[in-house]
């Protein structure tokens, strides 16, 4: 064989495996679209609960907003938490990224609309308490430095020097003999 033709055979072998490396660092720089599904958000709870109508089941599924937790009904910055939730996703198509489902049957997800995650969102307004107990993936570091910088902005809940943990609140809710 001439040694244009190996020369030939070279370059082609580098173009595929080029190629081949470009595609798998595509796909590990959008992990979201393999294990995403997309929906119109149809409802918010809270500020960390919204109900999304699935783009291919045609049914409402009830997300939980993964490594949060927002103020309850009746503490402080709860309805901001629940406005600013409502303006950034409500009637907007969304990536819902499955994380869990949580004890209540509810979806347990990153939600991204418009390139923007919903989630690190509420953290850096000072609207959400990154919980520590169930936040795990490697984002949930760079949220504790989001939420570390809410607190010294004094932003949001941080604002309020009577703030009360939302976990905390439920406790104390459920001993007095509330929900």
Do not use: H
């Amino acid at each position: 064989m001439p040694v244009s033709d190996l020369r030939a055979k070279e370059v082609l072998v580098k173009i595929k495996v080029s190629l081949s490396l470009l595609v798998l660092f595509l796909f590990s720089l959008f992990p979201v679209l393999s294990w995403a599904w997309s929906g119109e958000v149809v409802g918010i709870t809270d500020g960390d609960t919204i109900t999304v109508l699935n783009s291919k089941t045609l049914k409402d599924v009830k997300i939980r907003l993964y490594g949060i937790d927002c103020p309850e009904g009746g503490q402080a910055f709860s309805k901001k938490a629940r406005q600013f939730t409502s303006k950034t996703v409500y009637g907007k198509v969304v990536e819902v990224k499955v994380m869990d489902t949580d004890r209540y049957g509810r979806t347990v997800a990153m939600i991204y609309a418009d390139k923007t995650l919903l989630n690190e969102e509420l953290v850096k307004a000072g609207l959400a308490w990154v919980y520590e107990f169930y936040c795990s993936e490697p984002i949930c570091e760079s949220w504790k430095n989001f939420q570390l910088r809410a607190r010294m902005d004094k932003r949001g809940l941080w604002s309020d020097p009577d703030r009360i943990p939302p976990w905390d609140f439920r406790r104390k809710k459920r001993r007095k003999g509330g929900k």
